[in-house]
């Protein structure tokens, strides 16, 4: 039993706020007593929706405003999903603990079609994310994709709307808001592979709070967690952001850890694929392989392209 009260930063949409209520629930569940306290912010990501992600500065908006409230004392944890966190964080905070792996794959939604395969030809097909985008239009040149922002439930409405006849989101947030049934399809990772961090809920602190670090401690999931090492460290040699598409995942099964990495143009033309496997403990070092293995055969020319048209 502890008598330290924890504040936690989280952003105001309905899964950020079920994320923050999850991990307060998992504190006081390991500390009994404990008192926890959540307070919202409206990031700038949540504030500018007439805009793709890419054209406004990237998913590290999510987190700029939470980030710094840790940073003046005024929050003691932010929560946050780990597909929005870039790779190199504020000098003074690191990721205190990630949680256990909710289903990591996209999910196709639609009112009409059961599979991304039985869309008809020139159908709508909505999604906020260039990496999605790649891989669509490498899969179905024939559709209409466009982009799509806004939380969960803005985006289904716009689809129950009939402005679009599909659209492409995550699974972990559509069961975590207890509508699975709205997922038609989960996209084999074969198909289209996940954000790098994707279904995942991280814990950020201010990295010299040992007593916090302590506390945190039983939230932590290592299978998880070297999962999203290796994934990050991917995306940290190839310099990646949400601007390009980048696709990241790592597995572990029967103690081999097998990560796969993609970079793509945003209109599909050329998309690189690369995978990689050995043990679980070297799984940074795996992730930083593949990105060199990534770069050796184009990616980082493509990577330098789409930047120059930024």
Not at 36 to 47: I, K, S
Not at 187 to 206: H, K, S, Y
Not at 214 to 227: G, I, K, M, V, Y
């Amino acid at each position: 039993m502890t008598s330290r009260s924890i504040r936690i930063a989280t952003r105001k949409s309905q899964l950020a706020l079920w994320q923050a209520e999850h991990v307060r629930a998992r504190l006081q569940q390991a500390h009994p007593g404990i008192e926890v306290e959540l307070e919202t912010f409206t990031t700038q990501g949540d504030r500018i929706l007439d805009a793709p992600l890419a054209k406004i500065g990237g998913k590290g908006l999510f987190v700029k405003e939470l980030e710094q409230s840790l940073l003046r004392g005024d929050s003691d944890i932010a929560v946050h999903s780990m597909k929005d966190v870039p790779v190199l964080l504020p000098e003074g905070l690191q990721i205190a603990a990630v949680l256990a792996r909710e289903n990591p794959h996209d999910a196709f939604v639609s009112n009409q079609y059961q599979r991304l395969d039985d869309l008809p030809k020139g159908s709508r097909v909505g999604t906020s994310s260039l990496r999605r985008r790649c891989q669509l239009a490498e899969l179905r040149p024939d559709l209409q994709i466009s982009d799509l922002r806004g939380n969960v439930n803005t985006r289904l409405a716009k689809l129950d709307d009939d402005q679009y006849d599909a659209i492409i989101l995550a699974c972990a947030g559509l069961i975590r808001l207890d509508m699975a049934d709205r997922i038609r399809e989960a996209i084999a990772a074969t198909v289209m592979l996940p954000a790098i961090g994707q279904g995942t809920v991280g814990i950020e602190c201010r990295a010299d709070d040992a007593e916090l670090l302590a506390l945190l401690e039983p939230l932590h999931d290592n299978h998880t967690a070297s999962c999203i090492d290796a994934e990050r460290a991917m995306n940290l040699r190839l310099e990646g952001g949400c601007q390009v598409p980048i696709g990241g995942h790592a597995v572990i099964e029967h103690g081999v850890m097998v990560v796969r990495g993609l970079v793509g143009r945003p209109d599909g033309t050329d998309i690189i694929n690369a995978v990689i496997s050995g043990r679980p403990e070297d799984a940074q070092e795996l992730g930083s392989v593949l990105a060199e293995d990534l770069l050796s055969r184009g990616a980082g020319e493509i990577l330098r392209e789409v930047y120059a048209q930024q």
